[in-house]
């Protein structure tokens, strides 16, 4: 079992359902790595990936959604799928317990996933370095006075 008690998890702000632990972000080499940790079946946002992800399941169970909310794919632990840019938009979560994911992805643009509507249009972009600022200040925002 994986042990995450000393892994730095925070909130990403203006989303809900996951907690993200970041090993590396870099937007000049567009590498981005970190873990996601699911809530319990609360699928997230709607959205697509930008750059070729892998991802590798580490605890609980991945589950990939549809933007109908069909379930199109449970991923055990263990489980390594490859996402390649242009793959159709989806959600993703957790089954019935916590689920940590990890994630690697390799960009040649600093945007990384498209967040959209249920209409499919664009609701956010997200960047790796968007991502760096939102990590620093979480990092700052743990640190005691």
């Known amino acids: 079992m994986f042990d995450d008690r000393n892994t730095f998890w925070f909130p990403f702000p203006g989303f809900a359902g ?5 090993n590396r972000l870099d937007p000049v080499q567009g590498l981005a790595d970190f873990l996601i940790k699911f809530e319990p ?16 399941v580490m605890a609980g169970e991945h589950r990939v959604f549809e933007p ?23 959600r993703e979560g957790a089954g019935d317990e916590p689920c940590i994911v990890h994630y690697y992805i390799r960009a040649d ?5 498209e967040f959209l509507n249920d209409d499919l249009s664009l609701l ?17 925002a743990a640190v005691p006075a």
């Open 124 to 140: 956010a972009p997200l960047t790796i370095s968007t991502t760096v600022g939102v990590w620093e200040q979480a990092k700052s």
């Open 18 to 22: 996951f907690e993200v632990a970041i």
């Open 109 to 113: 643009q600093d945007l990384i996933f």
């Open 68 to 90: 109908d909310g069909t379930l199109q794919d449970v991923r055990p632990v263990g489980s390594y799928t490859l996402t390649p840019l242009g793959a159709p938009p989806h």
């Open 41 to 56: 079946n609360t699928p997230i946002h709607l959205h697509r990936h930008m750059a070729e992800t892998s991802t590798f």
